[in-house]
């Protein structure tokens, strides 16, 4: 079987730390390479690829040192490596170049796009989940977990949550471009407002919805029913501005449905959108009837920003898998609703909030916590399968829920939910040394949202009503650029054929 020689670029394009990022980025245009090699004599210290070169032009740090921008330390792969084992160890950690090297020598450069185009040796070899397992190239943003960091396109999530309106990221994500004067942010806001309103049809079909299903769950049955009512057509077979229409539609009448199918469920009269009120705060109003507080309104603001993406999570997967089929925009975002809703993703900010409720004070964490660390259970709140150190969304929050608390209940909430925090962590690294567990979103995603006046059974409801807008940015990704997602799977049956046994 053929090793990585064969395939490696030969001899590795090399930089050095002190040299400035536009004198290697030339370097590598000029050997029509992907990466350089950054070496400290004869050993590589580190790489810099050509994500790291736009990236950092994009930052505006055009007087970059390589040292700057580089990925260090370097993970590197033997030459003796066959192509199967480089391959499925690059799908696994996620590189798109690996420096080659011989007796810890670099000696060439692979790439992912290469190992890719020969890889006529079957079905990869990919871990559980597909964890690491790059599908996809996108535009859309990034979670880069080792530094606690994610991106909408160019920009920091968690900066536009401090510093954006939600209708401003959902023109960056659908569109590509933040507006940039105030006539672009109303031309948007004049598009996507009118939106929001349920048809009379739709409107009288939500009883019977809400009579039989919670809020998430009764989503995907009037998001059909609306979706079928505005007749949306596969994606395959629209142009990219019906798409996009398709896409805003979705969008802006999701937060609608999902407040209306609350009161309806609580025998309350549906209270509809109004025109003069921004994203979040007509939720708010929408749920409860009532004028929301500046701050709260804010506060929810941010969270729904914050939440809008976050990589390839298992619903915006589903999204993609789904539009890469063709079928139309309703469908894909039904099938996202389906992912969310499980435990597992969308479901954990009530679960972290009942584990509150259940350890009650700091002095029962040990008690309650420590059995579910010996049984392996979960623990909602608290883990994340991409970040290696604290979650930024969680860390925002925490600061957004102090800020929430204005009186003295609010307050030993917070307070409460603060030393709980600190307390499973040091019971995590007692019981499971070695392991970096830190609070993720859902944790300060249910204390912001109780803050807030929002009940329990409509946080993760909430949750989709700004994810939506993620899943809609991939799928009009996928379907300007599509290729059907069908990957394979290793049979572990019975040998085949077996003899048909005859009926006694």
């Known amino acids: 079987m053929s090793t990585i020689d064969s395939l490696m ?3 590795p394009v090399t930089a050095t730390a002190g040299e400035l990022l536009r004198v290697a980025a030339k370097r590598m245009h000029d050997h029509r390479v992907g990466s350089v090699v950054v070496m400290e004599g004869s050993r590589a210290i580190g790489i810099v690829t050509e994500r790291d070169v736009l990236r950092a032009a994009a930052s505006g740090a055009a ?52 190992l890719m185009r020969v890889a006529s040796i079957g079905p990869a070899e990919v871990p559980r989940g597909l964890k690491g397992v790059v599908v996809a190239d996108t535009e859309v943003g990034d979670v880069r977990g080792n530094e606690g960091f994610y991106h909408y396109r160019q920009y ?9 309106t939600l ?14 004067t105030e006539i672009e942010r109303q031309r948007f806001l004049t598009e996507t ?31 059909s029913l609306a979706a079928a009512e505005r007749k949306l057509r596969p994606v395959i077979d629209i142009h990219t501005s019906q798409r996009r229409a398709d896409a805003l539609f979705l969008c802006a009448v999701t937060p609608t449905i999902l407040c209306a ?79 969310l809703s499980g435990p597992l993703h969308g479901g954990a900010p009530s679960r972290a909030l009942a584990l509150l409720d259940e350890i009650g004070s700091t002095e029962h964490i040990d008690e ?26 969680s860390v925002m929050l925490r600061g957004i829920a102090r800020r929430l608390a204005d009186d003295e209940d609010s307050r030993r909430f917070v307070a409460f939910a603060e030393a709980t925090e600190a307390g499973v962590i040091n019971l995590l690294l007692r019981m499971k040394p070695g392991r970096q567990l830190r609070t993720n979103v859902e944790f300060y995603a249910g204390v912001v949202m109780q803050l807030c006046g ?19 940015a991939n799928m009009l990704e996928q379907a300007a650029d599509n290729k059907i997602i069908r990957p394979s799977a290793r049979y572990i049956g019975p040998p085949p054929p077996q003899p048909i046994p005859h009926v006694a």
């Open 9 to 11: 670029t030969s001899p």
């Open 63 to 114: 007087t970059s040192l390589v040292s700057e921008v580089m990925t260090a330390p370097v993970d590197s792969i033997d030459v003796t490596t066959t192509l199967p084992s480089a391959l499925a160890t690059m799908r696994e950690r996620g590189y798109r170049h690996m420096p080659v090297t011989d007796h810890g020598h670099p000696v060439g450069v692979v790439s992912l796009r290469d």
């Open 156 to 164: 920091s999530a968690v900066e536009l949550a401090e510093r954006r």
């Open 167 to 180: 209708e401003d990221v959902w023109q960056l994500m659908i569109d590509g471009s933040l507006a940039a």
């Open 193 to 223: 407002i009118p939106l929001r309103t349920i048809t009379l049809a739709i409107h009288e079909l939500l009883p019977a919805i809400a009579s039989v299903s919670e809020p998430l769950e009764g989503l995907r049955t009037a998001l």
């Open 261 to 339: 199918l609350h009161r309806l469920r609580r025998r309350l009269p549906v209270v509809p959108p109004r025109a003069d009120l921004g994203y979040a705060a007509n939720y708010l109003w929408m749920l409860h009837g009532t004028d929301p507080s500046a701050a709260n309104a804010r506060a929810l603001e941010s969270y729904l920003i914050s939440t809008a993406d976050h990589g390839f999570n298992a619903s915006t997967f589903t999204a993609r898998v789904v539009a890469s089929t063709g079928a139309d925009m309703g469908a894909c975002v039904v099938a996202a609703i389906g992912a």
């Open 368 to 393: 309650v916590v420590a059995p579910m660390i010996e049984r392996g259970d979960k623990i909602m709140g608290f883990g994340h399968p991409v970040y290696k150190t604290d979650d930024p969304r």
């Open 454 to 472: 929002i009940p329990p059974e409509m946080f993760t409801p909430t949750f989709a009503s700004s994810r939506v807008i993620g899943w809609c």
